[in-house]
């Protein structure tokens, strides 16, 4: 993995540039003209939207580095459509062009070097956002800055050519999306096993985690292939629909389109089916013994998922076995040997703000960046931490300063978050893949709250009052239903 300053070059020093109050606002000298935009050590800090877009659009003399083209492009939509950006981009690189025609033989002569920078600023926007022109508005504003562009070198037709290619692949990568999105909506979601009323054994055929894979580390890296997958269809503007959609693009209601927090609902929906298949596979064993090698088998499984930077799966077994139905179950768990998963508790304790995770994560980032082997880079966060720390930044940091400027320093930091997970989503997944255990992961089923209980129940009866009189309502009200 290259990094971000590799790939982004000019990437500013984030945490120096919110400094230790975190106020991220800019104050203007009262004695002198508010200046557009603000800069500080090199960096935009603030500004008015259309200073911010005339730093994006390439002049004659001028290229944007890859870091604002990114941080602009990502934040912009909480201000403004991509259609309407589009638009504005179009008309300054109209005004340019017509400059240089009127110009002087020199001037005239750099036309093709602007359409090239022109068309370079186009090509990084629909291969970073390609879902920024699936309306017809965006499609037909990039048609009329291409066909502009292309009368900047009608001699040749290279322009033409190049345009046609990039729209090519943009249109590719829009029908791919759109696939998938098909196929997850038809994808069956695992199936919901309410359980029998007062079930006693389980059928003999039925199958369990342990019979379809027994080494820990394989199904760790099997969790590991299907994390990967479902996050690599999750893109920067997904995770950006947090503030947008909270915002409603700045109180005018810019952005309606609610289909993109759909692969962030998926993910998060999956986190959810694992817990869950965790403690479904725990509670439905009869016999303890048998039970215990099962709560044994998870931990070796999570502390695997550690080891691989699997943060995600291993916080969702954990969250698993911690579910009330599993965390009752204290005949069982005083014959598992724990200390193996106490160790896993102490990385995701909660106090201080996960500091203990957050430093486990920071390893395996920079584990990940020396790293020569794809085993090596995986990095996989906790999806639930990550979502809450941009809503939290979100959250601290107002859009706009009392002058009115776009408050970009927010912007700077939520883009570098976004940025390392693009990256560390972009890594390849090195284990063989077993259809036969992801089958089983994905479509096995899995036990409602109700269900849970009772078979929790049914292993080790009720202990105090509290859970008897829940015992007795579980089984009236399922014997009601029936």
């Not at 941009?390 to 002058?403: A, C, D, G, Q, S």
Request: proline content about 4%; hydrophobic content about 35%.
């Amino acid at each position: 993995m290259r990094n971000i300053k590799e790939t982004m070059p000019q990437t500013p020093i984030f945490s120096s540039m919110l400094g230790s109050s975190c106020s991220g606002q800019v104050q203007p000298d009262m004695g002198e003209r508010c200046v557009d935009p603000v800069y500080q050590d090199g960096n935009i800090v603030s500004g008015s939207l259309e200073a911010l877009i005339e730093r994006l659009v390439p002049t004659m003399d001028y290229y944007p580095d890859r870091t604002y083209i990114f941080t602009f492009l990502l934040s912009s939509r909480v201000f403004i459509h991509p259609h309407e950006l589009l638009a504005k981009v179009g008309q300054m690189c109209i005004k340019q062009k017509q400059q240089l025609e009127a110009g002087t033989e020199a001037e005239k002569a750099k036309l093709k070097s602007f359409a090239a920078k022109i068309i370079q600023l186009l090509k990084e926007w629909t291969e970073t956002f390609p879902y920024d022109f699936q309306d017809e508005k965006s499609m037909k504003e990039l048609k009329e800055i291409a066909h502009r562009i292309t009368q900047c070198d009608e001699e040749n037709g290279t322009v033409k050519k190049i345009i046609s290619q990039m729209t090519q692949n943009l249109l590719m990568a829009l029908s791919a999306r759109s696939q998938y999105q098909e196929i997850k909506e038809k994808f069956r979601q695992p199936a919901t096993d309410k359980g029998t009323i007062l079930k006693t054994k389980p059928q003999s055929t039925q199958k369990d985690i342990l019979s379809v894979c027994c080494d820990p580390l394989i199904l760790a890296q099997q969790l590991t292939h299907i994390e990967l997958e479902r996050v690599s269809n999750i893109y920067p503007e997904d995770l950006m629909q947090i503030v947008s959609h909270m915002d409603s693009l700045d109180n005018h209601k810019c952005r309606g389109d609610v289909t993109k927090t759909y692969n962030l609902e998926a993910y998060d929906n999956w986190f959810n089916c694992l817990s869950m298949l965790v403690a479904t596979e725990i509670c439905r064993v009869v016999k303890k013994k048998q039970r215990t090698r099962m709560v044994e088998f998870f931990i070796d499984v999570a502390r695997e998922c550690f080891n691989i930077g699997n943060f995600n799966s291993m916080m969702a077994i954990i969250s698993g076995m911690n579910l009330s139905p599993v965390a009752r179950l204290k005949k069982t768990w005083s014959k598992v040997k724990t200390a193996k998963f106490d160790v896993l508790e102490h990385h995701m304790d909660p106090s201080s703000n996960f500091c203990n995770y957050r430093t486990a994560l920071q390893g395996a980032a920079q584990r990940s960046q020396t790293a020569n082997s794809n085993r090596e880079k995986i990095v996989i966060p906790v999806f639930n931490l990550f979502i809450k720390d941009i809503y939290f930044l979100h959250k601290i940091h107002t859009n706009r300063l009392p002058n009115g400027q776009i408050n970009f320093k927010k912007f700077w930091e939520i883009s570098r978050q976004i940025h390392d997970f693009l990256t560390w989503k972009q890594v390849e997944c090195p284990f063989e893949k077993d259809k036969k255990i992801q089958s089983y992961l994905l479509t096995a089923p899995i036990y409602s709250e109700e269900a849970l209980f009772i078979a929790s129940f049914e292993s080790e009866g009720p202990e105090n009052h509290m859970e008897k009189d829940s015992w007795k309502t579980l089984r009236t009200t399922l014997l009601n239903r029936a």
